[in-house]
T-cell receptor, first 111, second 115 residues
Framework: SQQGEEDPQALSIQEGENATMNCSYK?????LQWYRQNSGRGLVHLIL?????REKHSGRLRVTLDTSKKSSSLLITASRAADTASYFC???????????FGKGTTLSVSS | DSGVTQTPKHLITATGQRVTLRCSPR?????VYWYQQSLDQGLQFLIQ???????AKGNILERFSAQQFPDLHSELNLSSLELGDSALYFC??????????????FGEGSRLTVL
């Protein structure tokens, strides 16, 4: 299966702390994306990083990609209670193919 | 609001029945994707349409079918329903030309419960 795997499955932190989630995949990619899902709601796109990029920033989000290790990480800095959600990585393995989603990391940020 | 509309939001039905889930993509988006989300399987890709034509198939059961109409809305038909079909079904759309994937915009989903 091409499905990515996020690690950890669950993460609990305090407000103000940083949260790091990792994603690994098995075959080469065209791009990798991160999505957020609040409980029972639709997924929301956070950031896209192409296979020739190593790092990307968006506000408090920092994404890295290591294609040699077939892995990516999502860092959320200075977490807030509102960041509580599930976070999914999704891989596009060839241009134009559907995104393959991992099973997600559930982040809980307590105040 | 992603601009993708899915109906119904909730659906409860019995085993053996058939249901139709509807999706209206964002204005101008030609690509529509259907995903199934369940606790044990995660988010599974079912099928993709681009401008009315089937573009790719994923883990879609033979009991399931879909189509995209000329006005670009899409319907997912689920028949001979089983308990295991209970899940959240998402539609997503993309604005990339030529059917390239890019960023997906998801609807709020249709929660199907099969009793």
């Amino acid at each position: 299966s091409q499905q990515g795997e996020e690690d950890p499955q669950a993460l609990s932190i305090q407000e103000g702390e940083n949260a790091t989630m990792n994603c690994s995949y098995k075959t080469s990619i065209n791009n990798l994306q991160w999505y957020r899902q609040n409980s029972g709601r639709g997924l929301v796109h956070l950031i896209l990083i192409r296979s020739n990029e190593r790092e990307k920033h968006s506000g408090r989000l920092r994404v890295t990609l290591d294609t040699s290790k077939k892995s990516s990480s999502l860092l959320i800095t200075a977490s807030r209670a509102a960041d509580t959600a599930s976070y999914f990585c999704a891989t596009e393995h060839q241009a134009g193919t559907a995104l393959i989603f991992g099973k997600g990391t559930t982040l809980s940020v307590s105040s | 609001d992603s601009g993708v509309t899915q109906t119904p939001k909730h659906l409860i039905t019995a085993t053996g029945q058939r249901v139709t889930l509807r999706c209206s993509p964002r204005s101008g988006d030609l690509s529509v994707y259907w995903y199934q989300q369940s606790l044990d399987q995660g988010l599974q890709f079912l099928i993709q349409y681009y401008n009315g034509e089937e573009r790719a198939k994923g883990n879609i059961l033979e009991r399931f079918s879909a189509q995209q109409f000329p006005d670009l809305h899409s319907e997912l038909n689920l028949s001979s329903l089983e308990l295991g079909d209970s899940a959240l079904y998402f539609c997503a759309s993309s604005s990339r030309p030529g059917g390239n994937t890019g960023e997906l915009f998801f609807g709020e989903g249709s929660r199907l419960t099969v009793l």
